[in-house]
């Protein structure tokens, strides 16, 4: 992979990351208040820890470029229930209709990033790259490899 695409895809997966780590660290700073936001909409605190300790080690992973296809894919589960289930916005009334819509879309537009992730991979500065590359190194020939050196 070239440089230019390699840069391009770090960009993209900075710019995923850093909403999900800023989201659930905004979790983590404001654990009462999140809970009672989402019992208010039947989500038990279990699966809210769940779901925090997902999206911050997806955005770790996502970051690092470590698992990255399987980071794509747990950030991906886990972003579509919280769209639904959290900007529903066919069951607002009101002005709350298009606020609801623009988080949804938002959502969709991120879901649709964290795909293409899932479809280029991570690019080549990537701690996935860097471990391929390491594994893809030719073995030493001669009296080093036969442990004679």
Do not use: C
């Not at 991906?76 to 639904?84: A, D, G, Q, R």
């Not at 879901?111 to 860097?130: E, K, N, Y």
């Amino acid at each position: 992979m070239d440089k230019k695409s390699s840069m391009a895809l770090l960009g993209g997966r900075l710019g995923l990351s850093i909403i999900f780590l800023v989201s659930g660290l905004g979790k983590l700073a404001t654990w009462r208040a999140t809970a009672a936001y989402a019992g208010a909409r039947n989500v038990p605190e279990i699966l809210l820890v769940v779901a925090t300790a997902l999206e911050l080690l997806g955005a770790l992973f996502l970051l690092a470029g470590w698992k990255t296809r399987w980071s794509a894919v747990a950030l991906l589960v886990f972003l579509v229930p919280v769209t639904l289930v959290f900007h529903n916005f066919w069951a607002q009334q009101g002005v709350e209709v298009q606020s609801e819509l623009v988080h949804f879309l938002k959502n969709v537009a991120i879901g649709g990033g964290l795909f293409a992730v899932l479809g280029a991979g991570p690019g080549g500065f990537s701690l996935d790259a860097r471990f391929s590359r390491g594994a893809a190194k030719p073995e030493t020939r001669g009296a080093e490899a036969e442990g004679l050196a």
